[in-house]
């Protein structure tokens, strides 16, 4: 969820406790877990119910040996540990750390310090399955050629769930189209690997986008491949031509990506990976 750097100017300081504070309460956390730098487990901080609005977790580490030299970072990350869904686990809930706490003991004085940590807190979204790859299936570069029923790109989706009875299925996708010397495209259309059944995809401008239905985007048993193919057409007087087609935005909890899909309970309309989220082979002429 983020992590965060505590330091003392004054003298060393032994932490007693580590309290983070959420933006908002989310009922899917079971505890949030505590690693420092070297990512031994500092503890489990659990919700604070003598704190009101359900969202401030409180670890105590007064049985751990932690102390921060004199004029020295110590850094520290938390993860968090969510429900199964019988026993509370929701989707598409929104998790953000608002803040970070220690209080601790100076090993000289003994005096009491107190400090709120600066650190770097992303939003992420709760979700019963999620993808985990997504890569160029086909070559890195092929020759362009005009006809029919032409590969125009390959992606291959990776996915894991989260239970037994989690769906992990794509809804649709958003290609973007680069392309050189007046290339045109036409009756595009995207086919799953196993299987002869095409889906009709609509092209405008530079953007190609695939619905898809669950017999083309299901990823609950294994991986899948998707193939787009179109009619192309190079004019003549081109002397240079290429296309590329990729995924390219990634998209976040709040704005919406290239990759749509479902956990069976939730659409999410991003992935966790840095952009592009794939790149397609480039077509040269």
């Not at 026993?87 to 929104?94: D, K, P, V």
């Not at 029923?149 to 794509?170: C, K, N, P």
């Not at 004019?235 to 479902?262: C, H, I, K, M, Y």
Request: proline share 2%.
């Amino acid at each position: 969820l983020g992590s965060a750097k505590a330091f003392n100017n004054a003298e060393p300081l032994r932490i007693t406790t580590i309290t983070v504070t959420l933006d908002s309460a989310v009922t899917s956390i079971d505890q949030l877990l505590i690693y420092d730098e070297d990512a031994r487990l500092l503890g489990s901080a659990r919700l604070d119910v003598s704190v009101s609005g359900g969202k401030t977790y409180t670890l105590s580490v007064k049985t751990k040996n932690i102390t921060i030299p004199q004029r020295v970072d110590y850094s520290f990350y938390v993860r968090a540990q969510l429900k199964h869904r019988d026993s509370g686990g929701t989707s598409a809930e929104l998790l953000k750390v608002a803040s970070i706490a220690i209080i601790g003991n100076g090993g000289w004085s003994n005096r009491t310090y107190s400090q709120s940590l600066t650190g770097t807190f992303n939003t992420h979204q709760t979700a019963r399955s999620m993808i985990t790859g997504v890569t160029n299936a086909g070559s890195v570069d092929e020759p362009l050629l005009s006809g029919t029923d032409s590969e125009i790109g390959r992606f291959r989706f990776m996915g894991v769930r989260g239970d037994g009875s989690a769906d992990l299925r794509l809804t649709q996708l958003t290609f973007t189209l680069s392309q050189v010397g007046s290339v045109s495209l036409s009756d595009v259309q995207i086919i799953a690997d196993g299987s002869s059944e095409r889906s009709n995809c609509t092209v405008s401008s530079s953007t190609i986008i695939c619905s898809l239905t669950a017999s083309f985007g299901s990823l609950t048993s294994s991986s899948r491949t998707l193939t787009l193919l179109a009619d192309i057409t190079i004019p003549s007087s081109s002397s240079r031509a290429s296309l590329q087609v990729s995924l390219n935005e990634p998209g976040t909890p709040t704005s919406a990506g290239a990759v749509q899909w479902t956990d069976g309970t939730t659409t999410f309309s991003w992935v966790g990976f840095e952009g592009p989220v794939g790149r397609g082979t480039y077509y040269a002429y």
